[in-house]
């Protein structure tokens, strides 16, 4: 696609701004699954991100927020437009009980360093392979806690880069969503406030879980996690089982047999393989069970 060349050059000339052009985003999901970004940002700095945003508010062009691209299934052909990776935005502030996160940072990470600090409460996203701005606009849940018991407020800037900031209670957490679902907002800090607690206790939990992960989850192969979100009152997993699609394939994309929840890549599986594995399955789980199954990740670009 052809951009006004005056775009470039104005690109060119913000400080602490990776500019790059048709990047494939296979490369940035893990998946491993998705066609070239026409632009591809990568601020250092909040006042990067938000110089780009204000000077592309001009452009009109589409804009995707992307962080560790673990919870998105990008179109083969790619994204037609502008995709802003957070990656780079990852510096972290303890004070007391409070973390205070730049977005991009991985939940890895952040765990790791509350866990230095002698701080619960964040070992449940230890293994969750997001960013903090990924798992807040996901409300992100794993063994029985999710963003929502820890977050507190957030810094975000709009598409024109203006910043303001949100409690939690307008955040709008609940199961897998928050308010940036509905409003074009972007994530650039998070405030959370966690507990004193022992670091051999906090090391030895996140240990014992991400061991669960480990025997549960197919990890050796790329996916973006569970498929589908858990219908009320059900698991999407023994669902997906009964309706027989455990080992399925569509190409390289397949109903994992480890755990039916998740769709693996086995090499070489696109993004429409995907799609149409996760569309049988659906309805092959209405036809037994009469329960519609909705995708958790997030359909990407062009397809
Ligand atoms: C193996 C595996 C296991 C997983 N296990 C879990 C689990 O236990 N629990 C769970 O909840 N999830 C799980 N996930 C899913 C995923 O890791 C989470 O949803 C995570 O929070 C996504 O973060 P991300 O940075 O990868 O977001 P991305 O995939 O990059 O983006 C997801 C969405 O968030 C938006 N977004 C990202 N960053 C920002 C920002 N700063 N501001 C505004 N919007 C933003 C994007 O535009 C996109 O719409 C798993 C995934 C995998 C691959």
Redesign the pocket.
Known sequence: MQYDSSLENKLNKIDNLEVRYNVPLKK????RIGGPADIFLAPRTIPAFRKALSLLNNYQLPL?????????IVGDKGFRGVVIY?GKLNRVEIKGKEIIAE??I??SSLANKAMEAGLTGLEF?S?????????????????GG??KDIITEAI?LDYSGKEMKLKKKELGLSY?YSI??EKP????KVKLKLKPGNREEIKAYMKEINQK?KEK???EW?????AFKRPEGYYAGPLIEEAGMKGVRVGDAQVSEKHAG?IINLGNATARDVRQLMRMVQERVYEKSRVRLEP???F?GEF
Request: no cysteine; hydrophobic share 45%.
């Open positions: 940035y999901t893990s998946f995707f927020i992307l962080g560790k691209g673990s919870n998105i957070t977005a991009g991985t939940l996203a293994g969750i392979p997001g960013t903090l701005g990924g798992a807040l606009y996901m409300n992100a849940g794993a063994y999710e963003m975000l897998r940036l679902q907002l972007i994530a650039v992960r989850q197919p990890l790329p996916s973006a996690g569970s998740f958790e990740p997030k990407v």
